[in-house]
T-cell receptor
Framework: GENVEQHPSTLSVQEGDSAVIKCTYSDSASNYFPWYKQELGKRPQLIIDIRSNVGEKKDQRIAVTLNKTAKHFSLHITETQPEDSAVYFCAATGGSQGNLIFGKGTKLSVKP | NAGVTQTPKFQVLKTGQSMTLQCAQDMNHEYMSWYRQDPGMGLRLIHYSVGAGITDQGEVPNGYNVSRSTTEDFPLRLLSAAPSQTSVYFC??????????????FGPGTRLTVL
């Protein structure tokens, strides 16, 4: 079945710097790759997603890139702010029903 | 719209007890799922449903049962609670995946402790 690896597990940056989180997946049939942000004690919330027919997508300070050949995708956050501090999860679809398989998460800390 | 709701928010059980975690959505979503979240493990799929009357197992189904009698509700039953089931449980829903995957909306979670 699908396996999603996420790196790094923790990331600390200075306010204003960029942050990059990388994920790899195993199932070449995966066609949907969302990123979720989870603040402490809260539910995961979608921040950006990309489908397999697109190589890059951007939404203000957040961008996601997808390399289907290498089976990896990345989240890029520019001009980081303290409110970006949270745990970020990548996911990829697995199986015939399109279930999401999640990475183990990256704890991002943005220091003022 | 209330979105996805879950009850209770917190629960403490003794080993061997049974209970049902409730999940409801008012967005007319066909797809519903249950995840458990453990420290350092991400979100793992327990069971899912693609529509009323249809359920299937996810990655970690052992010790849990589900049913889907209506589009709105998707309860998760713990048959005989074990300490290994101590976790935070999230319910999620989305529009049908038949035409391709869609954004999943998560409920607020239930924090379960089994003593």
């Amino acid at each position: 079945g699908e396996n999603v690896e996420q790196h790094p597990s923790t990331l600390s940056v200075q306010e204003g710097d960029s942050a990059v989180i990388k994920c790899t997946y195993s199932d070449s049939a995966s066609n949907y790759f969302p990123w979720y942000k989870q603040e402490l004690g809260k539910r995961p919330q979608l921040i950006i997603d990309i489908r397999s027919n697109v190589g890059e997508k951007k939404d203000q300070r957040i961008a996601v890139t997808l390399n289907k050949t290498a089976k990896h995708f990345s989240l890029h956050i520019t001009e980081t702010q303290p409110e970006d501090s949270a745990v970020y999860f990548c996911a990829a679809t697995g199986g015939s029903q399109g279930n999401l398989i999640f990475g183990k998460g990256t704890k991002l800390s943005v220091k003022p | 719209n209330a979105g996805v709701t879950q009850t209770p928010k917190f629960q403490v059980l003794k080993t061997g007890q049974s209970m049902t975690l409730q999940c409801a959505q008012d967005m007319n979503h066909e797809y519903m799922s249950w995840y458990r979240q453990d420290p350092g493990m991400g979100l793992r799929l327990i069971h899912y449903s693609v529509g009323a009357g249809i359920t299937d197992q996810g990655e970690v189904p052992n010790g849990y049962n589900v049913s889907r009698s209506t589009t709105e509700d998707f309860p998760l039953r713990l048959l005989s609670a074990a300490p290994s089931q101590t976790s935070v449980y999230f319910c999620a829903s989305s529009y049908s995946n038949l035409a391709g995957p869609n954004e999943q909306f998560f409920g607020p979670g239930t924090r379960l402790t089994v003593l």
